[in-house]
T-cell receptor, first 110, second 116 residues
């Protein structure tokens, strides 16, 4: 079993749709969680951190469920510019462990 | 602005030569840096974890003698692709993070290596 698993995608959605991605992790000692966005032929860029209480940034909402060991990303009112690959990153600082998902490809169509 | 600088952004070299890629954290000390490789239309693949002042930890299947990593200071890690071959052509990316809980990863802008 992979240490971090993501919805494989691809997700093809129309503009304005709401789309959600999940990411499960196996290391229960994981301490910090992040969502990154990677555009084609570019490096990943931090989209948002994920907090236990859940957090929202505009159209994006991230949630963490420690009991079930997963994080989620919800995108509302999808824009064409949201088309990208979304990566989850899970870090345990105590043992310097960093794992990431394989990424979920999202394509938003007109 | 960028907090991790990677250089060069693009390099073309001949088969058999070595290429060095630098990764610098600009405004924080990075005790740990990571190196990745990404082939076209594929997922990011972790190659190794670079720890300042100690040997790098390589992922399974990554040749440590071919991909030399040096993390001599808290702000600089280098990856040297030795005796490069066309199959080493790829997008190489580094990332670094601070030492405190909650510190995110910051990625360099990547190096596109083409070996002819």
């Amino acid at each position: 079993r992979k240490e971090v698993e993501q919805d494989p995608g691809p997700f093809n959605v129309p503009e304005g749709a709401t789309v959600a991605f999940n990411c499960t992790y196996s290391n229960s000692a994981s301490q910090s969680f992040f969502w990154y966005r990677q555009d084609c032929r570019k490096e990943p860029k931090l989209l948002m951190s994920v907090y236990s209480s859940g957090n929202e940034d505009g159209r994006f909402t991230a949630q963490l469920n420690r009991a079930s060991q997963y994080i989620s990303l919800l995108i509302r009112d999808s824009k064409l510019s949201d088309s990208a690959t979304y990566l989850c990153v899970v870090i345990c600082y105590n043992n310097n462990d960093m794992r990431f998902g394989a990424g979920t490809r999202l394509t938003v169509k007109p | 602005g960028a907090v991790v600088s990677q250089h060069p952004s693009r390099v073309i070299c001949k088969s058999g030569t070595s290429v060095k890629i630098e990764c610098r954290s600009l405004d924080f000390q990075a005790t740990t840096m990571f190196w990745y490789r990404q082939f076209p239309k594929q997922s990011l693949m972790l190659m190794a974890t670079s720890n300042e002042g100690s040997k790098a930890t390589y992922e399974q299947g990554v040749e440590k003698d071919k991909f030399l990593i040096n993390h001599a200071s808290l702000t600089l890690s280098t990856l040297t692709v030795t005796s490069a071959h066309p199959e080493d052509s790829s997008f190489y990316i580094c990332s670094a993070r601070g030492g405190t809980v909650g510190s995110p990863l910051h990625f360099g802008n990547g190096t596109r290596l083409t070996v002819t």
